[in-house]
């Protein structure tokens, strides 16, 4: 069973609107990150963000992490046709091997 | 700077065939990452290597699938008689040291016929 997971398989949004990308995870973690995959491209890196630290900001992101609860949210602001991609948050447990730990992924479209 | 360099991008294979994946990491980058990433879902890893050491391949089917990083710069990945279930994308990664920002490839697309 997946130890991460996005809640939604996809949203759409148009250009300049807002849109947040939640995460739930299954155990405890050291750290959460986001990535971003568009089409034909590997995943690419937005935020890392601690188990000590509940939010971190990168331009026109906003990430938050809830230890307690064991969720994770990713805010895009004025979103653009570019940020048209899969979300995925991934984990890192505090115990055992060092892995990231992938959630399915959201796709996000974002319309003219 | 290079990122992260993967070829082939495509390969098209028979069940029975076997195929190696290349990857040449971002230069001085000491962690790299092999993922298999399933149509539709996230990326998960097979393997990863701390300069030429494995570190862990618990999630390598051992039978048919191999990684070496023989001096600790490049890396191949190789499938010995492809099954249909192989088919995804695999995607290098490298990174220096752990919890650091991971760097990914843009991967190579198997097709298993």
């Known amino acids: 069973s997946q130890l991460a997971e996005e809640n939604l398989w996809a949203l759409s949004v148009h250009e300049g609107e807002s849109v947040t990308v939640n995460c739930s995870y299954k155990?405890?973690?050291?750290?959460l990150q986001w990535y971003r995959q568009k089409s034909g491209e590997g995943p690419a890196q937005l935020i890392l963000i601690r188990s000590n630290e509940r939010e971190k900001r990168n331009g026109r992101l906003r990430a938050t992490l809830d230890t307690s609860s064991q969720s994770s949210s990713l805010s895009i602001t004025a979103t653009r046709c570019e940020d048209t991609a899969v979300y995925f948050c991934a984990t890192v447990a505090s115990s055992g091997s060092w892995q990231l730990i992938f959630g399915s992924g959201t796709q996000l479209t974002v319309m003219p | 700077e290079a990122g992260v360099t993967q070829s082939p991008r495509y390969a098209v294979l028979q069940e029975g065939q076997a195929v190696s994946f290349w990857c040449d990491p971002i230069s001085g980058h000491d962690t790299l990452y092999w993922y298999q990433q399933p149509r539709d879902q996230g990326p998960q890893l097979l393997v990863y290597f701390r300069d030429e050491a494995v570190i862990d391949n618990s999630q390598l089917p051992s039978d048919r699938f191999s990684a070496v990083r023989p001096k600790g710069t490049n890396s191949t990945l190789k499938i010995q008689s492809a099954k249909q279930g192989d088919t995804a994308t695999y995607l290098c990664a490298s990174s220096l040291g752990l919890n650091t920002e991971v760097f990914f490839g843009k991967g190579t697309r198997l097709t298993v016929v």
């Open positions: 155990t405890s973690i050291t750290a």
